[in-house]
């Protein structure tokens, strides 16, 4: 360190990285883990004017206010315009696709409006109106597409500010009720009285799905009780899902149990005293027919896993290894000799490419990535040739970026075949998902959380062009289940996990990469299989929480309470998630782009980390 900057850092296993700075302490130059190369220029206000990568150059302009008005990342442009008061009012994509914006007089915004064609003005295609309570609440959200019907959702408060209620699209409700500390107490979502269109086997159940959480005294959660309805047997079906800590809060037990199938299921893991998993014992099933798994797994002095060991898996013992490069991403996973995954990084850390499979069922992927780390687009080509390309019109005006739309093609690279094949709608969350189809009705979707966030039912949304319901409107398409580091539940049968939705955002309501089989959270990629990261973390971690410095581990090893939407650092409490979501919004549309503001301000601002991901350290 020198002058409080730090010029080096060296893993346990010799890998080290050097940061260099000019007289007026910005850091002017890096040489990463992997030997490569970065440089950095400011202007003279300390902004950064260029980075250099080793395949392309980074440039930024800004507006005479300080806001950044264009970003050119190698041959790819993005722009952004802003009102009289620095609030975000367009941004455009590399790929000529915009967002328009509106507020109102508090800085709430009012208005999103995805642009079919760009000019002056917006042609809108998707528009979503917002409005507030006299608190700047979110009270109600409106989406239209290309001017059909308007799709309405609202939300209802307590008297303490927590969210007491919302109305979905299709009139189911959620009702949410909290103990005395304002924690939450119980998730309820049902069918409104009114609501005629079910299906006739469930014509007598209002609920379509209750939670109910029980808490210790330091708040952990230590049950999860369900009810959903039945059928004639069994009216009503029952899921109980009991948590088990160790002494400093990582989840140890995960015990599973129900009335309906064979749900049962006991997860227990163990960990050094890092916090790195040393084994994982799976139980699945009832007596007589329990069938056990036991995993062990392996590590360097850098904590990367090296092996898993499965020693009691039906097919028999098998072991996986892993291979990452010098930064500690995931280079290769092999399955005894044979190479099952391959994956490539560019010079920020980002998984830029990955080789799935071996001979005819072999596959590649490219990813790309806006200059804020966020993935736009990605390429999957078969072994046969065939493409499939799908690119992301995402929101950067949100605490954490957001999908607003999928475009898809079947050929390489850019070109006028794209069809707009998904949007999205948000509110607090993500609201709904429309897939567009090409002969026939589009397809939309409602979505139903838990208390961490987590998607466990689709509802169907089905109206005519007048808006009239149509038969299924409301009814329940698609049930989730999960373990509790967002695998698809093994003992997940006869209706916890059921439909065929095509549908990607999942477990914590963030985005699953069906190719990789890892869940896409903006900076990194986890592992649901390993419960970890398959990239290291260039967040330090925080003294105060020991677990946050492990540079692997999600959740801080404690996935019933915490989330982790940005892939550095975990969230506990739904209720604090949502504060911090509140907080950082409004950040974004007061100024833009305040959060690299305010790293400036605070004298943490590394332009590579910044412009690698969506929040600031």
Wanted: proline share 4%; glycine share 8%; net charge negative.
């Amino acid at each position: 360190m020198t002058g409080n900057r730090q010029t080096a850092r060296q893993l346990p296993l010799g890998q080290r990285e050097t940061m260099s700075y000019n007289a007026a302490g910005e850091q002017f130059a890096k040489l990463t883990f992997n030997n490569e190369a970065i440089a950095m220029a400011y202007d003279e206000v300390s902004r950064p004017r260029t980075i250099t990568l080793p395949d392309r150059t980074r440039s930024f302009s800004y507006t005479a206010s300080g806001q950044i008005r264009q970003i050119v990342d190698g041959s790819d442009t993005w722009t952004f315009a802003y009102d009289a008061r620095d609030r975000l009012k367009r941004a455009e994509d590399a790929f000529g696709r915009a967002i328009d914006y509106d507020y109102d007089a508090a800085g709430n915004r009012t208005e999103l409006k995805t642009c079919a064609s760009v000019g002056a003005t917006c042609t809108s295609r998707q528009v979503v109106q917002y409005a507030f309570d006299d608190l700047n609440r979110l009270r109600e959200v409106v989406a239209t597409l290309d001017g059909g019907v308007p799709q309405t959702t609202q939300y209802r408060y307590s008297d303490v500010g927590s969210r007491s209620g919302m109305t979905h699209p299709n009139g189911t409700v959620v009702d949410y009720t909290y103990d005395a500390r304002n924690r939450l107490k119980t998730v309820r979502s049902a069918y409104l009285a009114a609501l005629v269109h079910k299906a006739s086997a469930i014509a007598s159940a209002a609920t379509l799905l209750a939670l109910s959480y029980t808490v210790d005294a330091s708040g952990l959660r230590t049950q999860i009780a369900e009810e959903r309805p039945g059928d004639a047997t069994t009216p009503i079906y029952t899921r109980v899902t009991d948590y088990t800590y160790d002494a400093v809060q990582r989840l140890t037990r995960e015990q599973v149990s129900g009335n309906h199938g064979n749900p049962d299921r006991v997860h227990t893991w163990t960990y050094d005293a890092v916090g790195n998993r040393l084994t994982q014992i799976a139980t699945v099933g009832a007596a007589p027919s329990t069938i056990t798994s036991t995993t062990t797994y392996d590590y360097d002095s850098n904590d990367r896993l090296l092996s898993e060991a499965d020693v009691g898996a039906p097919s028999g013992a098998t072991t996986t290894t892993h291979t990452y490069d010098a930064a500690g991403n995931l280079t290769a996973t092999r399955e005894g000799t044979t190479t099952v995954a391959q994956y490539t990084w560019d010079a920020e850390g980002r998984l830029s490419g990955a080789v799935l499979g071996n001979g005819p069922t072999q596959k590649s992927i490219a990813y790309r990535y806006d200059p804020n780390g966020i993935r736009r687009s990605q390429q999957v080509t078969e072994a046969s040739g065939a493409v499939a390309r799908t690119e992301y019109l995402v929101d950067p005006n949100q605490a954490y970026a957001q999908v607003l739309e999928e475009w898809t093609s079947t050929a390489a690279g850019p070109l006028p075949d794209e069809t707009l094949a998904t949007t999205y709608v948000y509110g607090d969350d993500l609201i709904s998902q429309t897939k567009l189809a090409l002969a026939g009705p589009s397809v939309t979707s409602v979505y139903h959380y838990d208390g961490l966030g987590t998607t466990r039912a689709l509802s169907a949304y089905k109206v005519d062009a007048a808006g009239v319901p149509q038969a299924g409107h409301g009814e329940i398409t698609d049930r989730y289940a999960y373990t509790a580091f967002g695998e698809s539940d093994p003992a997940g049968t006869s209706g916890d996990t059921s439909g065929s939705s095509e549908n990607n955002y999942r477990y914590t309501g963030e985005q699953l990469d069906p190719n990789l089989g890892f869940y896409y959270l903006r900076a990194r990629y986890m592992d649901p299989s390993q419960g970890r990261f398959v990239g290291m973390d260039s967040f330090v971690g925080d003294p105060v929480e020991p677990l946050s410095l492990h540079r692997y581990a999600y959740a801080n090893l404690d996935p019933a309470d915490r989330i982790d939407p940005h892939g550095r650092f975990s969230l506990s409490e739904e209720g604090v998630a949502s504060d911090i979501r509140s907080i950082l919004a409004n950040l974004q549309t007061d100024t833009g782009f305040a959060l690299m503001d305010a790293s400036l301000n605070r004298g943490e601002f590394d332009p590579v980390s910044f412009f690698g991901t969506a929040v600031a350290r």
